[in-house]
């Protein structure tokens, strides 16, 4: 009488390194089709914040201490007390699982906030500082991980240091990249002297920006650009601007609202700016401080020379 074997252990680890394979190389599909359709955006970065967490759990219940412990002890369950205790066994522990996921998954949804900021806490605040000087100087620098990203104007060159780029040495802007900086250093804005600035400004009608009516101006840049610029009706202060900005290649329109107006030497500034892509935020900035008519020195938006590289090592006699 030939009596049948149980599975070896051999066999069900190949099968299971298989799969996990299979499972690695889909993974790395995903990564390249996310890549490909949102590339190093805010989007991309939420997506790779938010999957960190259930991933871990993944590490943990499917291929960590969970996996190797269950193992060997459901073959050894099936070879000594046989088929239906082994999968008893193995329905009690996948039972387990589903009560514990769903109460992490239920907590997740109620402690999302502070979830986030233990995990990225970087995302939800990045300080910076803004440094304008006429005629049409900028500097804007952000430390982000104990690293600084400068974006800088002397009213000639555009340039940059992008230190998680590769390089900690400061770079000229490319062309597109050098029409934002250029835009920012304009504090007045496109439509005061407008005509001196070589622009044209049209008066379109009124549309309402979150429920208060505004004047819609379309303005045509000097540089061939378009963008369009909202003044409230009754306080006369810009409250929207619309542009449109390149990001991975294509033209994306931005929507950017001006809120929290305060005084500054006597002139209004909003404090709170919040960009949004087809009605969806992608980013806001809280300003704690404004400082009219300090004195800055031309110095701090000129483009410096690279670090000089180490010497090389002196031959040893």
């Given amino acids: 009488m030939t009596v049948a074997r149980p599975p070896l252990l051999a066999h069900s680890a190949g099968l299971t390194g ?11 599909l995903r990564d390249q089709v996310l890549a490909a359709i ?15 967490i259930p991933n871990l759990v993944r590490d943990l219940f499917a291929e960590g201490a ?31 699982l589903l009560v514990t996921t769903s109460a992490l998954v239920v907590l997740g949804i109620v402690f999302a906030r502070p979830l986030v900021t233990l995990y990225a806490g970087d995302f939800a605040r ?46 000229k802007m490319s062309e597109d990249d050098a029409k934002d900086v250029v835009e920012q250093a304009d504090m007045d804005g496109s439509i005061v002297d407008y005509k001196a600035k070589g622009n044209s400004v049209e008066l379109l009608g009124k549309e309402d920006v979150d429920g208060s009516p505004a004047y819609k101006l379309k303005v045509s840049l000097k540089n061939g650009d378009t963008s369009y610029v909202y003044i409230d009706t009754e306080t006369g202060l810009q409250v929207k601007e619309t542009t449109k900005r390149k990001q991975q290649g294509s033209e994306v329109e931005v929507d950017s609202y001006m809120t929290n107006f305060k005084p500054v030497n006597g002139v209004l500034f909003p404090y709170s700016i919040e960009n ?3 009605g969806k935020s992608v980013g806001q900035f809280t300003i704690d401080d404004i400082q009219a008519n300090v004195a800055i020195d031309d110095k701090i938006f000129a483009m410096p020379a690279a670090a000089a590289k180490a010497a090389p090592e002196k031959e040893k006699k």
């Fill in 38 to 52: 949102f590339g190093a955006s805010n989007d991309m970065d939420a997506f790779v914040v938010a999957f960190r």
């Fill in 126 to 171: 990045v300080p910076g500082k803004m440094d304008l000087k006429r005629p049409e100087r900028v500097r804007l620098e952000m430390t982000i991980q104990g690293k600084t990203i400068v974006q800088a104007y002397d009213g000639k060159t555009a340039w940059m240091i992008m230190p998680f780029l590769g390089s900690p040495d400061p770079q």
């Fill in 66 to 96: 969970m996996s190797a412990a269950f193992v060997p002890t459901f073959t050894e369950r099936l070879a000594l007390d046989g088929k239906n205790n082994a999968w008893r066994l193995a329905n009690n522990l996948l039972g387990a």
């Fill in 18 to 28: 298989a799969a996990t394979l299979v499972s690695r190389i889909l993974g790395l």
């Fill in 276 to 278: 949004k892509v087809g």
